[in-house]
């Protein structure tokens, strides 16, 4: 049977990429952010991941207004990186596993979960700017993303607790699909930042650490907050970090901390975590 | 009134892009979408004044696209996600739109932030 093994969350900032793409890992501006993702991507290579089930928004690239899902997930065995209005990102496609993708997007309508499925679409920087600081690409990716988008820029946006119970659905879809397959769950976004209107470039690093506490301990509480909630408290586009929510719904029960890198350099508050199920107390040296 | 959205009118420099606003500002929204297409970038390099028009958008609209007045614009309700594509276009980063949103010059915003450098 296939099996949840873990779960990152991650920001999906797009001068990542452009950074990546211009070489810049070990600049002393960058080195931080980079250095951050090697003992997560460490974790991968050496868990032999097989899937990533990437929880993240489209930036309105595949989709635009004109209709836009709440929920949708992606089918297909590769899905070109999209240009954003700068050209192409120099990566391979991303690959799919269109058997998986297919059971889950059954399990989760049957589960009550409406979504829409699309195909034959190329996918943004919300998967492609964190997913060559997770897994090698060269020459190609070693295994294959489920991607599930989730609107967060056209309101009304779903709920926190309706982004927790889809990760409580994928967890179900996941775990009923035969193949033995090692899925790691990931929620990207966030954390802290504005980057519209006049309080762009606000930060909350006070509050990132609290969402982080709760995030892991306590994830009842970030179901019950707003969406006002969340942009007060960390500013408009951190609004998106409901899909660390569903990444976390995904796990389940107690969850440990594996690794956590924390680097605010300009306008938002770049994080990866990587977790665990199980107690903090079982931390393996 | 969304119940997710109480309070929020309260927070300062911030605009709400809900189905309402996104409706009025379709046109717009997508004249910046389209820049994902190389055809419709180089299109519109070529021949702004046409591109837009051809777009359906109005005085005000162009005008605030001609000055490059990503404020203007967010408040007319231009999506910041399709903006920044426009940006791309015109060779602006994000930071020095960032900037200019909350009325400060590159440099004034770049002192403002923890690690300039890394842009």
Same mark, same amino acid.
């Given at each position: 049977?296939?099996?949840?093994?873990?779960?990152?969350?991650?920001?999906?900032?797009?001068?990542?990429?452009?950074?990546?793409?211009?070489?810049?890992?070990?600049?002393?501006?960058?080195?931080?952010?980079?250095?951050?993702?090697?003992?997560?991507?460490?974790?991968?290579?050496?868990?032999?991941?097989?899937?990533?089930?990437?929880?993240?928004?489209?930036?309105?690239?595949?989709?635009?207004?004109?209709?836009?899902?709440?929920?949708?997930?992606?089918?297909?065995?590769?899905?070109?990186?999209?240009?954003?209005?700068?050209?192409?990102?120099?990566?391979p496609p991303i690959r799919g596993d269109v058997k998986l993708q297919a059971h889950i997007a059954q399990s989760l309508v049957n589960d009550e979960f409406d979504l829409t499925v699309f195909q034959d679409k190329p996918i943004d920087h919300g998967v492609a700017s964190p997913l060559p600081l997770l897994w090698p690409h060269q020459p190609d990716w070693p295994g294959t993303v489920v991607p599930i988008a989730i609107n967060v820029l056209q309101y009304p946006l779903p709920t926190a607790r309706r982004c927790y119970r889809l990760g409580q659905a994928v967890r179900r879809a996941?775990?009923?699909?035969?193949?033995?397959? @090692?899925?790691?769950?990931? !929620?990207?976004?966030?954390?802290? &930042? /504005?980057?519209?209107?006049?309080? %762009?470039?606000?930060?909350?690093?006070?509050?990132?650490?609290?969402?982080?506490?709760?995030?892991?301990?306590?994830?009842?509480?970030?179901?019950?907050?707003?969406?006002?909630?969340?942009?007060?408290?960390?500013?408009?586009?951190?609004?998106?970090?409901?899909?660390?929510?569903?990444? @976390?719904?995904?796990?389940? !029960?107690?969850?440990?901390?594996? &690794? /956590?890198?924390?680097?605010?350099? %300009?306008?938002?508050?770049?994080t990866v975590v990587l977790y665990e199920d199980g107690l903090e107390s079982e931390v393996r040296v | 009134m969304n119940p997710q959205l109480v309070g929020m009118s309260d927070i300062p420099g911030t605009y709400v892009f809900d189905i309402e606003t996104s409706h009025k500002a379709l046109r717009l929204n997508r004249f910046f979408w389209n820049m994902i297409a190389a055809d419709w970038r180089a299109r519109f390099v070529a021949d702004p004044e046409g591109v837009m028009t051809e777009s359906g958008l109005n005085d005000l609209e162009k005008e605030l696209i001609r000055t490059c007045d990503w404020l203007g614009l967010v408040r007319i309700g231009a999506n910041f996600f399709v903006l920044e594509k426009f940006a791309r276009v015109m060779k602006v980063s994000n930071m020095q739109v960032y900037a200019l949103m909350r009325g400060e010059t590159f440099e004034e915003f770049l002192a403002t932030r923890k690690v300039p450098d890394a842009r």
């Open positions: 049977m296939a099996k949840i093994i873990g779960g990152i969350g991650t920001s999906h900032v797009p001068t990542i990429g452009v950074a990546y793409d211009k070489g810049r890992q070990n600049e002393p501006a960058w080195a931080p952010l980079f250095d951050g993702y090697k003992p997560v991507a460490a974790w991968l290579e050496a868990q032999k991941a097989d899937v990533l089930v990437f929880f993240y928004n489209d930036h309105g690239t595949t989709f635009f207004f004109d209709m836009y899902p709440t929920f949708a997930l992606g089918v297909g065995e590769h899905f070109p990186v999209a240009d954003e209005g700068a050209g192409l990102q120099n990566l996941i775990e009923s699909y035969p193949e033995d397959l @090692r899925v790691v769950v990931v !929620g990207t976004g966030g954390l802290s &930042h /504005q980057i519209h209107g006049e309080r %762009t470039g606000f930060n909350n690093t006070e509050w990132d650490m609290k969402f982080l506490e709760l995030l892991q301990n306590d994830p009842e509480q970030l179901t019950k907050m707003t969406h006002t909630d969340f942009v007060r408290l960390g500013g408009a586009e951190s609004v998106e970090q409901i899909m660390w929510l569903a990444m @976390r719904g995904a796990l389940g !029960g107690p969850i440990r901390k594996i &690794h /956590q890198n924390y680097y605010l350099a %300009t306008t938002t508050a770049m | -």
